[in-house]
């Protein structure tokens, strides 16, 4: 029997959120509400050192100076700043050896993800640094990188343990005062990742997080730092998946990466915050600031999936400042019922000879907005700077909209800048072909779809394609139009 | 006192000089209201984030024209497509003169918008049609409106079609030290009329003129209309061209707008489709240097289905020159069947050169072809080789290729003496003789 449209529809619509569920683990939360004792106490939370809370109270003055952003193209009830505990951690903190140890709970979490640790442990090869609500529980394959003299470890520790390292590099790419978000991040920041990887040092696997969102009405505030020195080399992953519930959580990370002369920094993400029900209530919102910075000869590639969250805010950027330094970006943004996400890109071109991509796939289904803003900045002294960006919008149902709100300046008249965008839906003609062939409607759409997103996809590490494949999937199978 | 408290202030005056009982009055004392709520825009403002007013509004600008300067048709001649025979509305400092234009009344209104707004015979047309395309929400629009008293009006009945093309031009004689010109132009094509339309500002000193021009434009079910739009002025000279078109069941509006000169120019250029199988068209050619900035701020409104929009513009930007070119598309859920596209290509000859682009879709239904291309590059180096090498001096070759780079824009020109004389300005912009006729 043939598959209609409408079914398919239907189908999606009535998909629930599949990894929503709520785990239950004691935690340590503070009560609701921000002011300058909460930072001072979050800081001694952490055992931090002075520099670090005088840090942290910088940044809140600056935030509470500071209004919400309104120019994005998404509109939401903005989250009450004063109604959210800004610290919660799992309360056993015990320092696994193995994982037989870990909280038989909080494992089961894991598997139902699908992120089995032991299995990812042998298979996989990857290092995952866990965040649960905020505070790193599990780190596994420490040793391993240990020998090469790579640190890999949560950001608290590694105020602890590295202070001149994080002291010398925190806040450079993405200042206090940067945005609304960041500065609110900078001031209550809870925990996160912090990585360096010495001089000439090529990781020998792929770093990963996980983070999840666990604690009712508790805020997510991650900050990552990556730190790859002269001529070395990581690769980073981040994904994510949170429990299903009413009210909306706040999530507003900042990443910052820094890539020294020579080294190349390839960052990739999975999102996949709940974003709402059908009605539009609930979901995650999702304000996140990711920048990076390039010296000489140095490369950073962003690549993410993002098909999750209410809301969306997100650019994650390239300065490249030094000569010769590559900036590239592949994105895939997939939304769903009422889901809007305004995210793209900046690429900053300071250095000579720099070159930057930028590739961005937006799919639109339900009644969902979807919007691209990028930036393509052309300093003066930016002699023989190059760009490619491309942004393709792919619609399904009419109820749905594709924007795009590509910036260009350009100051140098040796710049080369191309900018292609188009908005089209799966031709019937299309599916027509497939259906001809035997392929079923549901098929052919995935098919169609895959290859619309092939290009980014292909930059996904390894481990994290199928996933990423699976998610746009789940979020996408069947809708449309 | 600054320049809005300036306008505020002189509207009692300009309102006690034209007729107080006249309906159009009504709108008037709104749209100064609009205006003393916002002021000038500023550079906050997301449609102006690349282009301020502010130095313009430091300028001592006098609101109210004198009376008729004397200009000799000898003098000015250059300045009118006089190759080819033109209807002629004519202003000098915002007077119509009588002397140089030439204006019908024979089957079709080429005519003045002051007796247009004042005659009864032409009221149920204004009732209809005046201010209501132009936007009343947008400042400068509407400061444009309180002060509306004089412009061209057109209006082409059924199935008429114009025996010349119509010449509209604006003189500045400089005989203020600095003046505030608000031209208003109505044009309306009924069905199945058509109608070419040329449209300049001139300064003929280098005194300040800024003008703040706002045309509506209406083209009934099969109309066609041609709108140029040269803008070669002064130096000294600031354009703020604000054009509302509304067009109906299969019409055909084109627009050309061919940016040399001015200090700074500001093109807001607004399609609203509202019928189905319309096309509508925008082109553009930019060529500018020294400290001039153009602003090309384009909107196309995708109202109901099966409608076409295209929109090309080159840019070329040499010395300080800066261009800015923001292109919004808008494609409504009920616009199925839509085509638009949109090009913007841009060649930086100097390091201190700029440009902002920001080409924009929103689209909100499903079945449409949209797309749009920008580009900011540099002369193919193989290509003036090649010129070079065949003995081709590097200055022309370049002229070559810059003409090469414009002239896809020129090439929908249907005016072929216009074409001509657009040819010889670019050429002359370029300081070249290419040494063939074009």
Same mark, same amino acid.
């Given at each position: 029997?043939?598959?209609t &449209? ?9 998909k629930?959120y599949?990894?929503g ?8 939360t503070?009560?609701?509400g921000l002011?300058?004792e909460?930072?001072?106490a979050i800081?001694k939370?952490?055992e931090e050192p002075?520099?670090?809370?005088e ?5 809140f003055?600056i935030?509470k100076e500071?209004?919400?952003?309104e120019?994005a193209?998404?509109t939401y009830d ?5 109604a959210i505990?800004?610290?919660s951690a ?14 038989p ?7 139902r993800?699908?992120?089995s ?7 996989a090869?990857v290092?995952v ?9 599990a780190t596994?394959?420490k040793?391993?990188?240990?020998e090469k003299?790579?640190i ?8 602890r ?6 002291r010398?590099?925190?806040? /450079? ?6 945005n609304f978000?960041a500065?609110?991040?900078?001031a209550?920041?809870?925990d ?5 990887i010495?001089?000439?040092?090529r ?5 990963s997080t996980?983070?999840?969102i666990?604690?009712?009405?508790t805020?997510q505030?991650? %900050? ?14 981040? $994904? ?6 009413d ?6 990370a ?5 890539a ?6 390839k960052y990739?993400t999975v999102?996949n915050w709940f ?5 539009g209530k609930?979901g995650v ?6 920048r990076g910075?390039c ?5 950073i590639s ?5 098909? +999750?969250s209410a809301?969306?805010?997100k650019y994650p950027?390239?300065?490249?400042k030094?000569d ?10 997939? /939304?769903?019922n ?6 793209g890109?900046?690429?900053i071109h300071?250095?000579?000879n720099? %070159?930057?991509?930028i590739i961005?796939? $937006?799919?639109?289904? +339900? ?5 691209y803003?990028?930036?393509v900045q052309v ?6 700077a190059r ?5 393709d ?6 109820e749905?909209?594709a ?8 100051k140098?008249? /040796?710049?080369?800048?191309?900018? &292609?965008?188009? /908005? ?10 497939c ?10 759409i ?5 290859g619309?997103s092939?290009e980014v996809l292909n930059?996904l590490p390894?481990e ?6 699976k998610?746009?999937?789940?979020s996408?199978? +069947?809708?449309?139009? | 006192?600054?320049l809005?408290?300036?306008?505020v202030?002189s *509207? ?8 107080v009982d006249n309906p159009v009055?009504?709108i008037r004392t709104?749209?100064?209201k609009?205006?003393?709520a ?9 449609a102006?984030?690349?282009t301020?007013?502010?130095? =313009?509004?430091?300028i001592d600008?006098?609101? *109210? ?5 004397? @200009?000799?048709?000898?003098d000015?001649?250059?300045?009118f @497509?006089n190759?080819?025979?033109?209807y002629?509305i004519?202003?000098?400092d915002?007077?119509?003169s009588?002397?140089?234009?030439e204006?019908?009344?024979?089957g079709?209104?080429v005519c003045l918008m002051?007796?247009?707004?004042n005659?009864?015979?032409?009221k149920?047309?204004i009732?209809?049609?005046f ?9 400068l ?6 002060f509306s008293?004089e ?6 009945p ?8 119509i ?7 400089g005989?203020e030290?600095a003046?505030?010109l608000?031209p ?5 094509? #009924?069905?199945n009329a058509?109608l070419?339309?040329?449209e ?7 005194n300040?003129?800024l003008?703040?021009a ?14 140029y739009?040269?803008q070669?002025?002064a ?5 703020i061209d604000?054009t509302y078109?509304d ?9 050309h707008?061919f940016?040399?000169?001015?200090? @700074?120019?500001?093109n807001?250029l607004? *399609?609203?489709?509202?019928? #189905?199988?319309?096309e509508?068209?925008?082109k553009g050619v930019?060529?500018?240097?020294g ?5 090309h701020?384009?909107?196309v409104?995708?109202i #109901?289905?099966?409608?076409?929009s295209?929109?090309?513009y080159?840019?070329?930007?040499d ?5 800015v070119?923001?292109g ?7 616009a199925?069947k839509t ?8 060649? =930086?000859?100097s ?8 080409p924009?879709l ?14 900011i590059?540099?002369?193919?180096k193989d290509? =003036?080789?090649?010129l070079?090498?065949?003995?081709i001096?590097k200055k #022309?070759?370049r002229a ?5 780079f414009?002239?896809?824009v =020129?090439?929908s ?6 074409k001509t004389?657009?040819?010889?300005i670019?050429a002359n912009?370029?300081?070249v ?6």
């Amino acid at each position: 029997m043939a598959y209609t &449209e409408e079914e398919l529809k239907k189908e999606l619509e009535t998909k629930e959120y599949e990894y929503g569920f709520y785990t239950d683990i004691e935690s340590d939360t503070f009560p609701n509400g921000l002011n300058e004792e909460i930072v001072v106490a979050i800081s001694k939370k952490k055992e931090e050192p002075e520099w670090m809370t005088e840090w942290r109270l910088e940044a809140f003055r600056i935030w509470k100076e500071m209004e919400e952003p309104e120019w994005a193209n998404v509109t939401y009830d903005k989250p009450d700043f004063q109604a959210i505990s800004y610290y919660s951690a799992p309360n056993k903190k015990p320092k696994y050896d193995s994982l037989d140890e870990v909280d038989p709970e909080l494992l089961d979490t894991f598997k139902r993800l699908g992120i089995s640790l032991d299995e990812q442990k042998k298979l996989a090869g990857v290092a995952v640094d866990i965040v649960m609500d905020s505070v790193s529980v599990a780190t596994t394959f420490k040793k391993t990188l240990g020998e090469k003299g790579i640190i890999f470890c949560s950001i608290s520790e590694a105020i602890r343990e590295y202070p001149e390292l994080v002291r010398k590099h925190l806040g /450079t790419v993405v200042p206090q005062k940067d945005n609304f978000y960041a500065a609110l991040n900078s001031a209550v920041f809870s925990d996160g990742s912090f990585c360096y990887i010495p001089k000439g040092v090529r990781c020998p696997m792929e770093l990963s997080t996980y983070f999840r969102i666990n604690q009712a009405g508790t805020g997510q505030f991650e %900050r990552t730092l990556v730190v790859a020195d002269e001529g070395s080399y990581v690769s980073y992953l981040e $994904g994510c998946t949170a429990p299903s519930r009413d009210e909306n959580q706040l999530h507003a990370a900042v990443v910052e990466l820094i890539a020294l002369d020579d080294a190349e920094i390839k960052y990739s993400t999975v999102q996949n915050w709940f974003p709402g029900n059908k009605e539009g209530k609930g979901g995650v919102f999702n304000f996140v600031t990711k920048r990076g910075i390039c010296e000489k000869n140095a490369k950073i590639s962003w690549t993410q999936v993002e098909t +999750g969250s209410a809301v969306t805010w997100k650019y994650p950027s390239c300065i490249l400042k030094g000569d010769n330094s590559i900036g590239e970006f592949y994105s895939i943004a997939v /939304t769903n019922n009422f889901q809007q996400a305004d995210t793209g890109t900046k690429m900053i071109h300071l250095g000579k000879n720099t %070159r930057s991509t930028i590739i961005s796939k $937006g799919i639109s289904a +339900g009644k969902s907005q979807n919007s691209y803003r990028g930036l393509v900045q052309v300093g003066s002294r930016a002699t023989n700077a190059r760009n490619f960006s491309q942004c393709d919008s792919l619609l399904m149902g009419n109820e749905c909209g594709a924007h795009t709100f590509p910036y260009i300046e350009a100051k140098n008249s /040796t710049a080369q800048i191309e900018h &292609e965008a188009t /908005t089209s839906k799966i031709g019937e003609d299309q599916i027509f072909y497939c259906n001809q062939r035997g392929i079923d409607t549901e098929k052919a759409i995935a098919l169609i779809v895959n290859g619309f997103s092939k290009e980014v996809l292909n930059k996904l590490p390894m481990e994290f394609a199928v996933e990423a494949q699976k998610l746009l999937e789940i979020s996408l199978e +069947g809708s449309v139009g | 006192m600054d320049l809005k408290e300036k306008l505020v202030s002189s *509207f009692l005056a300009f309102e006690n000089n034209v007729d107080v009982d006249n309906p159009v009055h009504d709108i008037r004392t709104a749209a100064i209201k609009n205006f003393e709520a916002k002021g000038f825009p500023s550079k906050k403002e997301e449609a102006w984030k690349y282009t301020s007013l502010n130095s =313009l509004q430091k300028i001592d600008f006098s609101i *109210f024209p004198k009376m008729e300067s004397n @200009l000799e048709f000898k003098d000015v001649k250059k300045y009118f @497509l006089n190759e080819i025979d033109t209807y002629k509305i004519v202003f000098v400092d915002g007077v119509y003169s009588s002397f140089l234009s030439e204006t019908t009344h024979e089957g079709v209104d080429v005519c003045l918008m002051s007796s247009a707004l004042n005659k009864p015979t032409y009221k149920a047309v204004i009732d209809v049609y005046f201010n209501k395309i132009a936007c009343k929400d947008d400042s400068l629009t509407s400061l444009n409106t309180a002060f509306s008293k004089e412009g061209a009006y057109i209006y082409i009945p059924k199935n008429k079609i114009p025996k010349k093309p119509i010449e509209i031009i604006h003189f500045a004689t400089g005989s203020e030290a600095a003046a505030l010109l608000q031209p208003r132009n109505l044009i309306i094509a #009924e069905e199945n009329a058509e109608l070419q339309i040329i449209e300049r500002h001139q300064s003929l000193t280098t005194n300040e003129v800024l003008t703040n021009a706002v045309t509506e434009i209406y083209a009934a079910k099969n109309a066609i209309v041609d709108y140029y739009k040269i803008q070669n002025d002064a130096h000294s000279s600031s354009l703020i061209d604000n054009t509302y078109i509304d067009q109906k069941d299969a019409s055909h509006v084109k627009v050309h707008t061919f940016s040399f000169g001015g200090k @700074l120019t500001r093109n807001n250029l607004n *399609f609203y489709q509202n019928g #189905e199988r319309i096309e509508s068209t925008m082109k553009g050619v930019t060529i500018i240097e020294g400290k001039q900035l153009v602003d090309h701020h384009t909107l196309v409104h995708h109202i #109901e289905p099966n409608c076409e929009s295209h929109q090309d513009y080159k840019g070329i930007y040499d010395e300080n020159a800066t261009g800015v070119f923001n292109g919004k598309i808008i494609v409504e859920k009920l616009a199925q069947k839509t085509n638009a596209f949109q090009q913007n290509n841009n060649i =930086l000859v100097s390091d201190k050169a700029s440009i902002n682009t920001k080409p924009q879709l929103e689209i909100f239904a499903d079945d449409v072809k949209c797309s749009h291309g920008c580009t900011i590059g540099q002369l193919d180096k193989d290509a =003036l080789f090649y010129l070079q090498s065949r003995g081709i001096p590097k200055k #022309e070759a370049r002229a070559l290729l810059m003409y090469a780079f414009a002239n896809n824009v =020129l090439e929908s020109v249907r005016i072929p003496e216009l074409k001509t004389r657009i040819n010889k300005i670019i050429a002359n912009k370029l300081g070249v003789n290419l040494g063939f006729d074009l």
